[in-house]
């Protein structure tokens, strides 16, 4: 299992080229078993997940072509034959799930093994289900998988029990091909939403409301081929914010959508990080320490809960005591004790940590939880002095394209150490 050494202390300068975002990307793979034309994406990030995604298509019969040089990926779905995600796919990555809507829409039938592991919290996809239930689908959970059938969906109005992202982008997918129309009450408005409904209008479907919480759907007899350009990443933009705003330094982000980074942007300026923006880029620096900044994670447009751990590095170096509380998963500290590993302070209570600020971190041997809590240890390394080493950092590859090259070439000293001396 690789690691990363980082040696703290290095102001960051220059410029990074912002990713595709992958929590769009994966969604938008999973369109594309809703037509037999193909599909092409540009923008695609070059990440395990998306490794993992194409993979699970493959099984499934997809055709896929990746370029990761030029970060585009061509996909046809015209000869599906296996309507099954099975359980060594799955476990790595609950997105799977994604394949469920697509598959029952168009081929009457699908096995989705459910997706194991907790990582941040329980995270069910009881509303999922409910959702292909309303939508008639028949469903049972038979041996650890979601099985589903139904001739063709019919569509429902259906409401959500709480906002669930990959909830509204499954059912979204279900809907464009029922038989009528269908209305997704307290739908999710993140900009991955966004990004999918307009893949999917390209590809024929006929949606309304994206963006707001009351999606309209007209299901179409079939979808047809398109090309698509996935947004780019906000929660990385997001995580190279924070790390300017706890090293130091002035960065410029390239390709970024800072419109889709309001919540982020306001908290990092109170915290002292001068940001300016254009259409696609975004230009932060910062002089001295970070002051504390105190925060509530909730859904679009809120403080997204992918943004956490990260924010809560840059608390960890402020002046003055910060109160944060994570409302979206109730699993999402895990980060903490390794942050205090470093000299953090921070106390936790239910959904709420207290972080008081220290005037330096010091660097530690470090374990990697999940992916943004990866990110939080690599920002609590460059704002740390002396060495960290990060362990497990395959939840950071998951999520993050060549994370510690984009920052050694702004001036971050971060070396990565193969499996094989790890
Ligand atoms: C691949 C992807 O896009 N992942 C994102 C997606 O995850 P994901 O779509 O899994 O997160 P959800 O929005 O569904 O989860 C929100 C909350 O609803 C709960 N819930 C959800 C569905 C359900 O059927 N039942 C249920 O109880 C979850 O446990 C959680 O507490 O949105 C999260 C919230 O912004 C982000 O942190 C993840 O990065
Ligand atoms: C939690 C995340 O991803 P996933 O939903 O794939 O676990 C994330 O992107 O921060």
């Not at 209305?183 to 963006?211: C, F, K, S, Y």
């Not at 906000?234 to 390239?254: Q, Y």
């Not at 942050?339 to 660097?363: C, F, N, Y």
Request: hydrophobic residues 45%; charged residues 20%.
């Amino acid at each position: 299992m690789d690691k990363l050494q980082i040696t703290g202390g290095q102001p960051l300068h220059g410029e990074i080229a912002i990713s595709g975002a992958k929590n769009a990307a994966l969604p938008i793979l999973c369109a594309a078993l809703l037509t037999a034309e193909p599909v092409h994406l540009e923008n695609v990030p070059a990440l395990n997940d998306i490794r993992t995604m194409l993979r699970l298509l493959e099984r499934m019969g997809v055709k896929s072509a990746h370029d990761s040089g030029n970060d585009t990926v061509t996909l046809d779905a015209g000869k599906v034959d296996f309507l099954e995600a099975p359980y060594d796919l799955v476990k790595t990555m609950r997105a799977s799930i994604l394949v469920l809507g697509p598959l029952v829409a168009r081929f009457g039938e699908a096995r989705v093994s459910l997706p194991g592991g907790c990582a941040i919290g329980q995270r069910p996809v009881d509303q999922h289900i409910k959702g292909l239930a309303a939508l008639g689908a028949e469903i049972s959970i038979e041996h650890g998988y979601v099985v589903a059938r139904a001739k063709r969906l019919k569509g429902a109005s259906i409401l959500t029990d709480m906002v669930t992202v990959t909830g509204t982008e499954n059912l979204m997918m279900a809907a464009v091909l029922a038989e009528g129309q269908t209305v997704l009450e307290n739908a999710a408005r993140e900009p991955e939403i966004v990004d999918l409904a307009e893949l999917l209008i390209e590809m024929g479907a006929r949606i309304q409301g994206h963006g707001t919480d009351r999606i309209v759907i007209d299901g179409v007899e079939a979808l047809h081929g398109a090309t698509h350009r996935v947004i780019p990443d906000r929660i990385e933009t997001g995580t190279f914010l924070c790390a300017v705003a706890a090293a130091g330094g002035e960065l410029v982000l390239r390709h970024a959508a800072p419109d889709t980074l309001g919540a982020v942007i306001d908290k990092l300026r109170d915290a002292g990080l001068a940001i300016e923006t254009g259409g696609d880029w975004i230009r932060a620096s910062m002089r001295g320490r970070p002051k504390a900044v105190g925060f509530r994670t909730r859904e679009y447009p809120g403080f997204p809960t992918d943004m956490q751990a990260q924010l809560m590095a840059v608390n960890t170096v402020a002046d003055g005591t910060a109160v944060i509380t994570e409302n979206i998963f109730e699993n999402r500290y895990m980060h903490v004790q390794e942050l205090a590993r470093m000299g953090a302070q921070i106390e936790i209570d239910g959904p709420t940590a207290v972080v008081t600020g220290v005037p330096e971190l010091s660097g530690a041997t470090v374990m990697a939880t999940d992916l943004r809590a990866s990110a939080s240890l690599v920002i609590a390394g460059l704002a740390a002095k002396g060495d960290t080493i990060i362990e497990r950092i395959y939840h950071l590859d998951r999520g993050y394209q060549r994370m510690e090259s984009k920052l050694c070439n702004v001036g971050a000293r971060i070396q990565r150490i193969s499996g094989a001396g790890a």
